[in-house]
């Protein structure tokens, strides 16, 4: 489990395709501190770590997984936000984020609102995704608020800090982002289709 707060940006360092799986390679301050085996959030997918090296960690992307996210689009050189599952007993400073990335959505606009940015993205409706507005929304790993909701568009606020220490700011309108719906907002949205 995550919380959507962003530790760092790490960067993409290699690629390897091995059949349906890539193997992402990882530069971070983090890294070192990392293990096999270990969960991590990179742009809100949970992967493992696989291998280790000074600075550097890996991860495999699975077919189901580059299907379901932007982690395909990676190149070398790439931003990525990382985020290390919560220890228990820690302050949960988003909102619980579970990693499982539903679906990708398109940006359609960025506004500079000199202080802020305006961020609306687009995403094809499926089963029970659904956002609401001052409910959550993890962005690329991001724990954000819905400002405006739509049928199948929303947008969020973005302060400096956010703008500033995670990947957000390299997105522009076209780009792809992962997703992953607010699990309380799914689960009752899942209750009410049975009912139906």
């Known amino acids: ?29 983090l890294s070192d501190e990392l293990k096999i085996d270990q969960s991590v959030s990179h742009n809100g997918v949970c992967l493992t770590v696989v291998a280790l090296s ?10 189901e997984t580059l299907e379901k996210s932007n982690l395909g689009c990676l190149q070398v050189g ?5 985020e290390r599952c919560t220890k228990i007993g820690d302050r949960l400073d988003g909102h619980i984020v579970q990693g499982h990335v539903d679906q990708t959505a398109k940006c359609t606009s960025v506004v500079d609102q ?22 959550s929304i ?5 724990s954000l608020t ?4 739509g049928h199948n568009r929303f947008s969020v606020a973005i302060i400096p800090y956010t703008f500033e220490n995670t990947n957000l700011n390299q997105v522009k309108p076209g780009d792809d982002v992962n997703l992953e719906f607010d699990i309380i907002g799914k689960y009752v949205a899942r209750i009410m289709e049975l009912k139906q």
């Open 1 to 29: 489990m995550f919380t959507g707060i962003i530790e760092t940006i790490g960067t993409v360092t290699h690629i390897r395709q091995e059949a349906g799986n890539l193997h992402i390679t990882v530069a971070s301050a």
């Open 54 to 63: 000074p600075g550097e960690h890996t991860v495999t992307a699975i077919a």
């Open 78 to 82: 790439s931003p990525v936000n990382l």
């Open 114 to 135: 000199r202080g802020s940015w305006l961020y609306t993205f687009e995403y094809e409706r499926a089963g029970s995704n659904i956002t609401v507005e001052k409910g």
């Open 138 to 142: 993890t962005v690329n790993g991001i």
């Open 146 to 149: 819905v400002v405006n909701a």
